[in-house]
């Protein structure tokens, strides 16, 4: 049989902290999406955000600076040439516009569909400090944490350290609130420390950061799946070699450890996937997502209960051969080129239902004009 092909353009690079580990789960999103299914064309973004499909010379370089230099000015295409040129859009991209709902908007504007969640949902998760407080407002387990402006910081130094004294026990976490994957995120054990690790984030570009309680216990980091229907994967322990779980450590291989599935009893796995799941669900996630959280037996935690906290959610995660999420598809009997198959799936399907709800809306909202007009 002569099947079509459904064409799928893969996005990676970019303009984050991330474009590095994005070059690793584009090259792998490429080499995994099967032959007989798929005519894949490589989209390399640039940190302007621009488009350059590459060869397979350039898609093996080291880095994305090496691609930068190879590039071909005769190669670059237009955002809005996508539709006549792909069927789908593999977003590979992590953290900046290629995840805070940018990139989203820009493939929904020109109607392609694309895999992972919604514009508001990147966007929302992409700010820790929203998601965390959103989550709280849903009665999920967060950290205790404070965002501090530039601005404040700038003109009230002393005050603002004394007010994170004061607000928490050390050590504490000093990160980003618009970051992922470990970027700038510090363990500050003594309060000399603290003003150093603040001008640090400041000095990086960036306008806000948070401050955040510190959490013991084990640490997870565990995929979900799905779009009206969550299902969570067989929870990850992370291995920690420094003071946090640093970016190399996640994605890199040989340069961390994790084992999956998590060494925990029966009953606190479920509870873990529960809460993964819950908290995908109140999120809105579609297709996937990795969620980072700590559990806490009811010894550890100051409750007196056992619990689950999360740290963070990812809705561009990433695809790295390394990467744990395919560990984890593997313990439910999926390979890594199935499971890339059904994050696209997932992404049809969401694009086909969004596409059902605005021409059901548009259908009530005509109904509604014509009996106005008629009354």
């Excluded at 514009?119 to 849903?138: V, W």
């Amino acid at each position: 049989m002569n099947t079509q092909k459904l064409r799928i353009a893969v996005l990676f690079g970019g303009n984050s902290n991330e474009r590095e580990i994005s070059l690793d789960s584009g090259r792998n999103i490429i080499y995994k999406l099967s032959a007989q299914k798929y005519e894949v064309t490589p989209l390399f973004v640039t940190d302007a955000m621009e488009l350059f499909v590459i060869n397979q010379a350039l898609l093996v370089r080291n880095s994305t600076k090496e691609i930068v230099q190879g590039l071909d000015q005769a190669t670059k295409i237009r955002w809005h040439d996508l539709p006549r040129m792909t069927d789908f859009v593999f977003i590979g991209l992590h953290g900046g516009f290629g995840e805070n709902g940018a990139v989203q908007g820009a493939l929904e504007m020109l109607n392609l569909p694309y895999n992972g969640s919604s514009i508001l949902t990147s966007a929302l998760c992409m700010d820790k400090y929203k998601t965390t407080q959103f989550l709280r407002s849903r009665g999920i387990e967060v950290p205790q944490s404070l965002l501090i402006a530039k601005k404040d910081w700038i003109s009230s130094k002393e005050s603002m350290v004394n007010t994170i004294v004061k607000a928490f026990t050390l050590p504490v976490i000093v990160k980003p609130h618009d970051d992922g994957c470990s970027v700038m995120v510090q363990k500050i054990q003594k309060t000399e420390q603290l003003t150093s690790a603040i001008d640090s984030i400041f000095a990086n570009g960036k306008e806000y950061l948070m401050v955040e309680e510190f959490i013991t216990g084990m640490e997870l980091t565990v995929g979900v799946i799905g779009n009206q229907t969550a299902r969570a994967l067989p929870p990850s322990q992370a291995i920690v070699n420094g003071n946090v779980l640093s970016i190399e450590e996640k994605f890199l291989p040989g340069a961390g450890e994790n084992q999956t599935p998590a060494p925990l009893p029966d009953a606190a796995l479920s509870l873990v996937q529960r809460t993964m799941e819950q908290a995908y669900t109140a999120l809105q996630c579609k297709g996937y997502a990795r969620i980072d959280c700590f559990y806490q037996t009811a010894q550890q935690s100051p409750t007196g209960n056992e619990r689950v906290i999360i740290i963070e959610v990812n809705t561009l995660p990433g695809l790295t051969p390394a990467t744990c999420i395919f560990h984890q598809a593997a313990e439910i009997g999926m390979k890594p080129m199935d499971f890339i198959d059904l994050i696209v799936q997932l992404g049809l399907q969401e694009h086909a239902a969004s596409a059902t709800m605005q021409q059901n809306h548009f259908q009530v909202a005509t109904h509604w004009i014509q009996s106005l007009s008629l009354a």
